[in-house]
């Protein structure tokens, strides 16, 4: 399968086309679906219109340069791992809670708006700017193998693992504060001569 047009499926709740050769797909005005699995095909565009109960999208392993979902108030879990994306546009989906991005193009990352994070993995992007402040929902995060020399996680208070090896950090350039219950922690191949975790209480792993 090369093409799909899925719009006359209006009460379309959950489209899984995985593992096929794609290089086209229609979903626009599909307001009813909620599960989208597109993972695996030869994508290199995706377009989102009126699909504004979208809940869990998966489109990892495609040929993605951008990916843009705006107001999408119901998205909760984002997955497009593996592909060329070097920008993402989440504009107005603030309530998204697992972003899955690793593996991509990007170079920056402003993030602070999604307050509803629990989950992110950016790792093998080219990301030199990583904004998280104010994430205090955040417990699980992955950004190693990019290109930060500095990254903030004050406030981060829930945050349990947490990986930033093969980067550029510097001890002045990675901040810990009232990050409590990190207790796993892998922050190998920076530039870190020290490294002060006095706030941390939880036991410590790695």
């Known amino acids: 399968i090369s093409t799909i047009d899925a719009t006359p499926l209006t009460n379309l709740i959950r489209l899984e086309c995985q593992y096929n050769r794609l290089t086209s797909i229609n979903i626009a005005g599909l307001a009813a679906l909620e599960y ?18 979208l809940n869990i999208l998966y489109c990892t392993n495609n040929l993605l340069t951008s990916l843009t979902i705006t107001n999408a108030t119901h998205l909760f879990w984002v997955y497009c791992s593996s592909n060329r994306i070097s920008n993402l546009n989440f504009a107005g989906s603030y309530n998204l809670e697992r972003l899955y991005c690793d593996g991509n193009l990007l170079n920056s990352l402003d993030l602070s708006a999604y307050t509803n994070l629990h989950q992110l993995d950016c790792s093998f992007n080219a990301i030199n700017n990583l904004n998280v402040n104010g994430l205090v929902l955040m417990e699980d995060m992955k950004c190693h193998h990019n290109a930060l020399s500095v990254l903030n996680l004050s406030g981060l208070t829930n945050l349990y693992f947490f990986d930033c090896a093969f980067n550029q950090l510097t001890t002045s350039g990675l901040v810990f504060s009232q990050n409590e219950h990190i207790a796993w922690l892998y922050c190998e191949n920076n530039f870190l001569t020290d490294l002060s975790l006095t706030t941390n209480t939880d036991h410590l792993y790695d």
Do not use: A, D, I, K
Not at 37 to 43: E, K, R, V
């Open 36 to 53: 989208f699995n597109c993972s695996y095909n030869q994508l290199p565009v995706l377009t989102f219109t009126g699909n504004t109960y």
